[in-house]
Every structure is written in C-alpha cells, then in structure tokens.
C-alpha cells in the first residue's frame, strides 16, 4: 500500500522559510515523478515543484520559480520541497503525489497517488 505523508508546514511572516517534507513507504517502482502541489481555498490546484525519482531532474512553476527548491534524499524515500522568500500569495494547502510517469513528463500530469497536505500560511 502506497502511502505519502507530508509534514513541515506551519505560519511565517512574509519573505520567511519554511522546508516541507514528503515520506513516501510502500511504492513498487524505482522510477518515478513526485509532485508538489498547493491549493488555496477558492482556487484550483497548482502543480509548484517536480522531481523524477532517477537523476533527480527538476521542474518549477513560473510563480515559485528562484525560491522553491524540490529535492530528494531516495535513501530515506523522502522528498523536500524548500520555500524561501515565501509571499502571502503562498499560503495554501501543500500536498505531495507521486506516480510512475515516464521521465519528462512529470509536470502536468495526473498523479495516482496523494497524501493529506500540510497547511502553508504567510502572512503580511
């Protein structure tokens, strides 16, 4: 049974760092996409940060572009994603997926598997 569990998110001051963490137990396959994602309440779903599971290629959104940075330690099968400079406009529910996509097309995709979200609060 496959089973992502977020952690890491809490309430900052505008321009102030939060490092969320992403543990991942039971996937089948080696080669994978993980997927950051956030919704705001009102807004659709946005896919912010990517990350394939094999050399570690990497994908961003325009808005988080030069102050989020996702990354991987595949030995503990967690996945982070660092926000720095964190604006109002960030807050949102964060969420991690995660499903086997071929290489390259980690962004814009439907990921099979979610965990519960951990909430992201900036405030002014």
């Known amino acids: 049974q496959v089973q992502l569990m977020e952690s890491g998110g809490g309430s900052v001051q505008t321009g102030g760092s939060l490092r969320l963490s992403c543990i991942v137990s039971?996937?089948?396959?080696?080669?994978?996409?993980m997927g950051w994602f956030r919704q705001a309440p009102g807004k659709e779903r946005e896919g912010v940060a990517f990350?394939?599971?094999?050399?570690?290629?990497?994908h961003y959104a325009d808005s988080v572009k030069g102050r989020f940075t996702i990354s991987q330690d595949n030995a503990k099968n967690t996945v982070y994603l660092l926000m720095n400079s964190l604006k109002p406009e960030d807050t949102a529910m964060y969420y991690c997926?995660?499903?086997?996509?071929?290489?390259?097309?980690?962004?814009?995709?439907?990921?099979?598997?979610w965990g519960q979200g951990t909430q992201v609060t900036v405030s002014s």
């Open positions: 997926a995660a499903d086997s996509l071929p290489q390259g097309t980690c962004p814009g995709r439907e990921y099979k598997y």
């Open positions: 039971g996937y089948p396959y080696s080669r994978y996409c």
């Open positions: 990350i394939y599971s094999i050399g570690g290629s990497s």
